[in-house]
């Protein structure tokens, strides 16, 4: 025989069962939960003043870039009228 060898579906496995876990297992899994919750709040409370920072830094550019570009106005303002 020269054609090509059977075809047979996979075979289906059923799901895996998990045994029943004790007492202290849940607790150490609730315990582990409640420490990665803590975590990520106090990553987004860091991240929080983060941004509070740059915006802070950032603001504080702006307004010194205002008062520059202010102070060139004045400059061309007071060089037109009194230097002609």
Known sequence: MNGPPPQHPPPQHPPP?????????????AAAEAAVAAVAADATRIFNEEVRDAVSYERGLAVKA???LALVAAVVTVRILFLG
Request: no cysteine.
């Open 66 to 68: 205002l008062l520059a």
């Open 17 to 29: 069962q998990h045994p029943f876990q004790p007492a202290s297992a849940v607790s150490a899994v």
